[in-house]
C-alpha cells in the first residue's frame, strides 16, 4: 500500500474502556474537527485487508476538509493492543498524532468485564474470567502472527489483565514512532477535570481552545457491584510491577497502586 493520499491527522489509539468515547466526542465539537463517519473504523487491526478505498470512505476529502479548515480523526482502542496496527500506522501515516488514554488497569479490567458481560460474550464470573484469562489466550498471538487476517476472538475479547500491560503495548509504539508525536494522558485526568485534558490534547493537536458546556460520560458500563477485595489485591500485585515500569519509561507517578 501506498501512504495515505490524506491523512487523519490524529488517532486515539487506546486503550479500550479508557474513556476513549468521551474525548473523541468532545474533540469533535470542536470546529475545527470533522469526525470520521464512525468513531472506531478499525481498519488497522481488524479490517486492514480491505484496503485503502474501504478506509478513505470513513473521511471527507483532503479538499472538503482543507475548505473547511479542519482536521480529521478517529478513534480505535484495539489499536494500541493490536500486534501489528503500530507497524501499520507507521507505515502509511507517519507523521501521524497519537494519542492514548490509560486507566488504573485494575478499574480498566472490570469495566473490560462488565462490557463483555452486557454484550453477552462473557458467562463466566470475573474471578473465573481472570485465573481462565491466560488458557484462552494461550496460542492466539502465535496465530495472529502467522495469520496477519486471523481475528482472534479471544485476543480481543477475554484480554482482561493482558490489555492492562500498558509499558510493553507502548514499548512497541516506541520503536516507530517519538515520544512527541504520542500524547499518553492518565484516564482519571480526564474524568476529574475533562476541560483540563480538551486544552492540552488540543494544544497537541494544534488548534485553539474549545469549551463546552457539558462534559457528559460517554460508553460507560453502567453500574455494577464493587470488585470482591481478595481479586483486587490479586490484581494489584500482579500490575505493580508493570506499572511500576510504565512510570519510570514515562517519568511519571501516577500512583494507581494507591488510589484505593
Known amino acids: 500500500m501506498n501512504q495515505l493520499e490524506f491523512r487523519p491527522n490524529f488517532i486515539i489509539i487506546g486503550a479500550q474502556r479508557c474513556g476513549t468515547?468521551?474525548?473523541?466526542?468532545?474533540?469533535?465539537?470542536?470546529?475545527?474537527?470533522?469526525?470520521a463517519a464512525r468513531?472506531?473504523?478499525?481498519?488497522?487491526?481488524?479490517?486492514?485487508?480491505?484496503?485503502l478505498q474501504w478506509y478513505y470512505k470513513y473521511f471527507s476529502s483532503l479538499q472538503n476538509l482543507q475548505e473547511k479548515g479542519c482536521i480529521t480523526g478517529e478513534a480505535s482502542p484495539y489499536y494500541i493492543f493490536h500486534p501489528y496496527a503500530f507497524k501499520r500506522i507507521h507505515n502509511l501515516i507517519p507523521k501521524v498524532k497519537?494519542?492514548?488514554l490509560l486507566r488504573n488497569p485494575i478499574d480498566r479490567?472490570?469495566?473490560?468485564?462488565?462490557?463483555?458481560?452486557?454484550?453477552?460474550?462473557?458467562?463466566?464470573?470475573?474471578?473465573?474470567?481472570?485465573?481462565?484469562?491466560e488458557k484462552r489466550l494461550?496460542?492466539?498471538?502465535?496465530?495472529?502472527e502467522k495469520d496477519k487476517d486471523y481475528?482472534?476472538?479471544?485476543y480481543n475479547h477475554f484480554s482482561y489483565k493482558t490489555r492492562g500491560i500498558y509499558i510493553e503495548?507502548?514499548?512497541?509504539?516506541?520503536?516507530?514512532?517519538?515520544?512527541?508525536?504520542?500524547?499518553?494522558?492518565?484516564?482519571?485526568?480526564?474524568?476529574?477535570?475533562?476541560?483540563?485534558?480538551?486544552?492540552?490534547?488540543?494544544e497537541f493537536l494544534e488548534l485553539p481552545k474549545w469549551e463546552l458546556t457539558e462534559y457528559k460520560q460517554f460508553n460507560s458500563s453502567g453500574d455494577y457491584p464493587e470488585m470482591d477485595s481478595n481479586i483486587r489485591q490479586q490484581l494489584h500485585e500482579y500490575f505493580e510491577?508493570?506499572?511500576?515500569?510504565?512510570?519510570?519509561?514515562?517519568?511519571?507517578?501516577?500512583?494507581w497502586d494507591k488510589e484505593r
Do not use: C
Not at 508493570?242 to 507517578?253: C, G, I, K, P, T
Open 21 to 35: 468515547t468521551s474525548l473523541y466526542k468532545y474533540l469533535t465539537s470542536h470546529p475545527n474537527i470533522a469526525p
Open 98 to 100: 497519537l494519542i492514548a
Open 241 to 255: 510491577p508493570y506499572n511500576q515500569r510504565l512510570y519510570d519509561l514515562l517519568d511519571v507517578n501516577w500512583d
Open 169 to 202: 503495548q507502548l514499548q512497541r509504539w516506541f520503536k516507530l514512532f517519538s515520544r512527541e508525536q504520542l500524547l499518553i494522558i492518565k484516564s482519571e485526568d480526564l474524568y476529574a477535570n475533562p476541560q483540563l485534558v480538551m486544552d492540552k490534547v488540543l
Open 109 to 133: 479490567a472490570y469495566s473490560h468485564y462488565h462490557h463483555e458481560v452486557r454484550n453477552g460474550f462473557e458467562t463466566l464470573s470475573f474471578t473465573e474470567a481472570i485465573a481462565k484469562e
Open 138 to 144: 494461550a496460542g492466539e498471538l502465535e496465530k495472529m
Open 39 to 51: 468513531k472506531e473504523v478499525h481498519f488497522f487491526d481488524n479490517h486492514f485487508e480491505k484496503g
Open 151 to 154: 481475528f482472534s476472538f479471544n
